[in-house]
């Protein structure tokens, strides 16, 4: 270790710090804790120097620091915007409090909000994000789902190195502890699996819930009546078709399992691992005396902007986990970024590298909604304090290929192909940035679209009383930023995701709402249904379906992109080992680095990262 550990956070009897250690015999699904070092007392790592200090304790953030201070010799500091989350856990553990006791738009929340979007009726939408220890990961919806193999060595041929499929499936799995679900579920739901495809001794728990509703076995019959397959191991690179996915949930004692209480709250005994809560890392701190790359000394954070300015100094690596919007900010009030943009808020650059925010994609989604025959059909919208029922969460799902959105799939994909020189052209970015968008384009053109994988995720909710099925666009062809405006780091963002600025985004999404009517009129779901409530009979046209979808459509919480892992000639803002550019010792480790929209939901996937990083960070170290 580099520092002496005894002056620093070891206090026990210190209010700052909050305990955390799940009970190895889980009572009623609640957890005590024991002595942890985490603090929200800012002077703790004030002046300190640790090899590695991680800027975002989320779900990235702490499952790369638990990976890292495995070894003992290794001192690690975690700086997270948010509060532990202790002091509020029951709201976390609860699987269902996703919905009925749910953190967006608290102090748990980034309460983000998109610029006014054009093609959108000029709305702004909502862009929920985890502000808390295990960020999204402690607030989001529970889905375990998975990107697909051909996704992933799209991933892999546009970066190069070692993120191909067989590598990536293997730490996803790493990070997997899998629970089959219970028989009377799997006979329900329809549920089929292979353990082999699942990891057995990772620290985030998957299975799925311990009840279940009508309408959801329904679902699944009635999508495949629909066109779309029910497929018995979504998990092992086919994640296309018809099923109820896994959720991330403890099945000893059927709690949320995400990033604190998976790679954080176990390892009680770490003397090596510190975290500060309640304070905002406010800029990477370089020596530029190396003219070839610029190398990070250290991160200066803050609680506020009139707070004390604190930094933190690091023997190793800065490693940025702040998530698809946080990331980019830090790096552009550091110095990294367009040149043009830090010169215009009086930023000094440090690496002129202008993809850093640009890239942006996300799942843009709407749901429709069903009135059910019987309340009995849909779960009480409230907590009822009973483990079990309040492990219920919605994940079924059924993944769409083009075949059965279009009649005419390959006049589609013509267009779609024809449509790539225009979209580029038209960009307003780099010319580097056009490089790497023409690549994606071209790779999701030629390979994604036409093929198995799907464009259109449907989801089958019951929820509120009602009957709700979502469409959520996958591969989006509208492209946005993350961009500063001012240099106070206490300022947020302006997060454009650029919603239906491709028009065939609006194209195939429209068809997946016209998949969901399609999926209510079969049995045994429409018998289960009395009527459609959202958007009503009265929506028929393409016009009116596209009125509808622009004022009522927002993100499925899935934004990526905005620190691609590409060359750096084509927009790239790390390499295939997960470093910045122009940097000698700063990588960005979250869903800010793939560089295309999966179609999945991204918890797999950011955990899988995380884990490829731990390895590459060790073998580099």
Known sequence: MRFSVSGILLAAASATFVS??????????????????????????????????????????????????????????????????????TKFLTPDADLYDSSVGTKYDWQYKTTKQNYMNGRRAVWPRGKVLGGSSAINGLYYVRNSKTEQNIWNSLAGGNWGWSSFLSAMKKSESFSAPLKSIANSEHIKYDSSSHGSNGPIHTTWPAVTYKPIGAFIEAAQSAGTQINDDPYNGQNWGTYVSAATIK???????????????????????????????????????????????????????????????????????????????????????????LSSLGIDTVVDLPGVGENLQDHLSAGMTFKPKKSSYVPKSEITGDAKTDSYVNTAVSYVNMDSLFKDPDSILERIRNSIDTIVNNADVSSEVKAGQRKTYDAIANKIFGSNVSPIEILGNVMFGSINIQAALQHPLS???????????????????????????????RQGFKHIRK??????????????????????????????????????????????????????????????????????????????????????????????????????N
């Open 479 to 509: 492209r946005g930023s993350v961009k500063i405006h001012s240099k106070n780091p206490f300022t947020k963002p302006h997060v454009d995701p650029g919603y239906l600025s491709q028009d065939l985004d609006l194209t195939i999404l």
């Open 251 to 341: 099945k000893s004692d059927w709690t949320r399992s995400y990033s604190r209480t998976g790679y954080l709250d176990p390892v009680t005994s770490r003397s090596n691992l510190h975290v500060l809560t309640g304070h905002v890392a406010t800029k990477i701190v370089f020596d530029q005396s190396n003219s070839r790359s610029a190398k990070a000394t250290g991160v200066e954070y803050a609680a506020s902007s009139s707070d004390t300015r604190h930094t933190v100094y690091v023997n190793k690596e800065v490693i940025v986990s702040g998530g698809a919007i946080n990331t980019p900010q830090i790096l552009q009030l550091s110095g990294i970024g367009s040149k043009s943009l």
């Open 20 to 89: 955390a250690q799940p009970l190895s015999d889980p009572v009623e699904g609640v957890h005590q804790y024991a002595k942890r070092e985490v603090t929200a007392n800012g002077w703790d790592l004030s002046n300190k120097t640790y090899d590695y200090v991680i800027i975002g304790g989320g779900t990235a953030g702490l499952a790369l620091a638990g990976r890292l201070s495995e070894d003992d010799s290794t001192s690690v500091a975690v700086i997270e915007a948010g509060s532990s989350g202790y002091e509020d856990s």
């Open 519 to 620: 999926i209510a009129e079969q049995s045994p779901l429409k018998e289960l249904i009395e009527y459609e409530q959202s958007p009503g009979s009265d929506v028929q046209s393409n016009d009116q379906w596209e009125d509808w979808i622009r004022q009522n459509g927002g993100t499925e919480y899935h934004p990526t992109g905005t620190s691609s892992m590409l060359p750096r000639n084509e927009g790239g803002v790390v390499n295939n080992k997960l470093k910045v550019y122009g940097t000698s010792n700063v990588r960005v480790v979250d869903a800010s680095v793939p560089p295309i929209s999966f179609s999945c939901h991204l918890m797999s996937v950011t955990y899988g990262t995380a884990e490829m990083a731990a390895e590459i960070i060790k073998n580099e």
